[in-house]
């Protein structure tokens, strides 16, 4: 496949926003460009995990109570440097970190936006080369500029966002992000070390062919999930066919692959765990803005993911994201089934 040279970069994307958009300070730009830097680095590791020691466990356990991998430790730290050493960037928190990080230096307290992460979303899948992501959200600080942020700058609901992206490491390696004038998919061309603009303004199809879910949980759905999941298996020849069923248990590379195709995916409650296991701020919270600027849905099953308030950093929620029209059809087997 030969490389269009004249493709943009995401340097050149960036700066073309700015000039589009006078207004803008072009610090929202800076940060995201912060963010393809440490993802590139963290490419480079996940690109060579089979080859050196930072496979298996970190020897430690995150909040989560999950075993922490190398690579989860790696790629933590290397955002955590790039957006530190940064000026556009005045905190974070992550999936990696029992607390938020404070940047409180004289130039990060003076950044008007703090990013969420999830800096190696699958990581039980490094070992055996299945596909894994960052996740990521950006907001504007509620608290003055000029002050070292505090936890409510990072307890906003979903749809304060100012941008929100994911990088998949996989076949390629994609670093996609959306702010609210669109989705835009960059791919790394390792030959010049650049993510270049290959999937300009995505869009979300208003419905699929592909359902995911961890059907081993299907017992412990509620009803409502149960009857959308048989519905999927049972359409008509006329309404297309059964559904194909795809997941990889990598959410990163199974909602990308939705967002692309069109589909929906469900990580449901259970009557073991109600709330599910998907993390609110920096999983659900930066896919459901995504899909949603891309013109998809994202509920909890009962209310939309971007309206939840969070009430701690770590928090679960059911989540249920994709195809505009199969999600409607998802809430009405919702709301018929209680
Ligand atoms: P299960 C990975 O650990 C993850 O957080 C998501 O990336 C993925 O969608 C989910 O968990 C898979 O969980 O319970 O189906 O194995």
């Not at 002050?147 to 996609?176: N, R």
């Not at 409502?224 to 006329?238: D, H, L, N, P, R």
């Not at 990889?248 to 409650?269: Q, T």
């Amino acid at each position: 496949m030969s490389i269009n040279r004249k493709v943009q970069t995401l340097d050149e994307f960036t700066i073309q926003q700015l000039r589009d958009f006078p207004q803008a300070t072009g610090e929202l730009s800076n940060l995201l460009r912060n963010i393809g830097l440490a993802a590139k680095r963290v490419n480079v590791e996940v690109n060579k995990a089979g080859l050196v020691d930072i496979l298996g466990d970190a020897g430690t356990v995150n909040v989560q109570g999950e075993k922490v991998k190398k690579l989860d430790v790696f790629a933590n730290d290397q955002f955590i440097k790039v957006l530190q050493h940064g000026i556009s960037c005045a905190g974070i928190a992550s999936e990696e970190l029992d607390d938020f990080v404070a940047f409180d230096d004289e130039k990060s307290i003076h950044s008007k936006y703090v990013c969420l992460f999830d800096p190696l979303d699958g990581s039980g899948n490094i070992d055996v080369n299945v596909s894994i992501g960052t996740i990521f959200g950006v907001y504007r600080r509620v608290t003055p500029v000029g002050t070292v942020v505090t936890k409510e700058d990072f307890l906003q609901p979903g749809s304060s966002q100012v941008a929100a992206g994911y990088v998949v490491y996989g076949s390629s390696t994609m670093l996609v992000y959306a702010t609210r004038r669109g989705v835009n998919g960059f791919t790394l061309d390792p030959s010049i070390g650049e993510w270049t603009l290959s999937h300009p303004d995505i869009r979300c199809p208003e419905k699929g062919k592909i359902y995911s879910v961890n059907h081993g949980s299907f017992f412990e759905f509620d009803k409502g999930v149960q009857s959308y999941i048989t519905a999927c298996q049972q359409k008509s020849k006329e309404q297309g066919g059964p559904l194909r069923q795809r997941y990889v248990g990598s959410m990163v590379a199974d909602v990308h692959r939705n967002l692309i195709k069109g589909g929906i995916f469900m990580y449901p409650g259970t009557s073991s765990k109600p709330d599910g296991k998907l993390r609110l701020l920096y999983e659900c919270n930066p896919f459901a803005f995504i899909v949603g600027v891309a013109g998809g849905k994202a509920t909890n099953g009962k209310i939309r993911t971007l309206d939840i308030v969070p009430s701690s950093l770590h928090e679960r929620c059911p989540f249920f994201v994709g195809s505009k029209l199969m999600m409607e059809e998802l809430e009405t087997q919702l709301d018929q089934n209680g």
